[in-house]
């Protein structure tokens, strides 16, 4: 990816968009030939937002979201999805203290601030409604009483979109809760080469180390929160967002929620790109990862990626200033 060299090196942001580069170089040392999904990772981060991975088996979702957390030196959580996992086992639960007389609160695995969800699809829906409030609100209620979660606090879910056997497909309201999904992609033939050099002998990803604090993002998220969209992008992602809802080709179209995370992924990634302004060109590149997951196509129509691709071309494009004045 190219970045246009930054002025005043050696301030905060710099130094924060530095660091954030170095989770990049990090996670691209042992995801190999991947450097599209490992940016969209990183900006989902930044977002403080939520990733589903989506693939075959054996592409490498788990040792990305694994290379993300470990990357950061935060506390992680790793949760195993399968049909007898209960809701307690992700939010917690109340246990009584005989000791003390009382019940006390015994925090499930949601309470981190990296969630590793591996094979989502496979709990029970009940169980996956266990993430909705920790998704969305940052908090969990258990027995009538509410728990904060960490600060940041990030879902890295992955799922086989193929497998039947056992699994239960999201619902939208789950999906619409993830900030981006991506599939990984079989890899081209010298990245699959490197793999089994790297591989031969050791896991490169057991020698992976942070190289970031969990403060550190928190000053990430925080500066790239603070990225100028100016209102003619803004208006430019409700216009893509309306247009969901408005064609034929949808049954369902996009939530605010969603036209609000495509402007924070939007920003995230101008930040990652040393720009403290989002573009268009910003919103082009990620509306195919923020939307067509929370979409539900029309019987018959094409796949919801191709309706977005094309609602995306047929959007025009803001012609205003989108820089800072």
């Known amino acids: 990816m190219d970045r246009p060299p930054a002025t005043d090196r050696g301030s905060p942001m710099d130094d924060a968009r530095a660091a954030a580069r170095r989770v990049l170089t990090n996670i691209e040392s042992v995801v190999d030939g991947k450097p599209e999904a490992v940016q969209t990772a990183v900006v989902v981060l930044l977002a403080e937002?939520?990733?589903?991975?989506?693939?075959?088996?054996?592409?490498?979702?788990?040792v990305l979201a694994r290379a993300l957390a470990r990357s950061v030196d935060g506390s992680v959580r790793r949760i195993q999805f399968t049909p007898d996992l209960l809701p307690s086992d992700v939010t917690g639960v109340s246990a009584f203290n005989q000791q003390k007389g009382e019940?006390?609160?015994?925090?499930?695995?949601?309470?981190?601030?990296?969630?590793?969800?591996?094979?989502?699809?496979?709990?029970?829906?009940?169980?996956?409604?266990?993430l909705l409030e920790a998704m969305e609100e940052r908090q969990v209620t258990v027995d009538g009483r509410t728990h904060r979660l960490a600060t940041p606090f990030s879902v890295i879910a992955?799922?086989?979109?193929?497998?039947?056997?056992?699994?239960?497909?999201l619902p939208e309201a789950q999906r619409d809760r993830f900030t981006a999904r991506i599939s990984m992609g079989y890899p081209d033939v010298d990245a699959e080469l490197e793999m089994l050099r790297d591989r031969d002998v050791d896991n490169p990803l057991d020698?992976?180390?942070?190289?970031?604090?969990?403060?550190?993002?928190r000053v990430m998220i925080a500066q790239a929160r603070a990225v100028f969209a100016s209102e003619s992008v803004e208006r430019y992602c409700v216009a893509i967002a309306r247009a969901t809802r408005e064609d034929a080709a949808l049954r369902l179209g996009a939530?605010?929620?969603?036209?609000?995370?495509?402007?924070?992924?939007?920003?995230?990634r101008a930040y990652l790109d040393d720009r403290d302004y989002v573009l268009p060109d910003d919103v082009d590149a990620?509306?195919?990862?923020?939307?067509?997951?929370?979409?539900?196509?029309?019987?018959?129509?094409?796949?919801?990626?191709?309706?977005?691709?094309?609602?995306?071309?047929?959007?025009?494009?803001?012609?205003?200033?989108?820089?800072?004045?």
């Open 49 to 62: 937002g939520h990733l589903l991975i989506e693939d075959v088996p054996g592409v490498g979702k788990t």
């Open 103 to 130: 019940f006390e609160f015994k925090p499930g695995a949601v309470f981190a601030n990296i969630v590793i969800g591996d094979e989502i699809n496979r709990a029970s829906p009940k169980t996956q409604s266990a």
């Open 158 to 169: 992955t799922q086989n979109p193929y497998e039947m056997e056992g699994t239960y497909a």
């Open 207 to 217: 020698r992976l180390q942070p190289v970031v604090t969990i403060d550190d993002v």
């Open 255 to 268: 939530s605010p929620r969603a036209t609000l995370q495509l402007v924070r992924v939007a920003k995230a």
């Open 286 to 325: 990620l509306a195919p990862l923020v939307l067509p997951h929370r979409l539900v196509p029309a019987r018959g129509s094409a796949p919801v990626e191709e309706t977005v691709r094309r609602i995306v071309a047929e959007t025009p494009v803001p012609q205003g200033a989108v820089e800072p004045r």
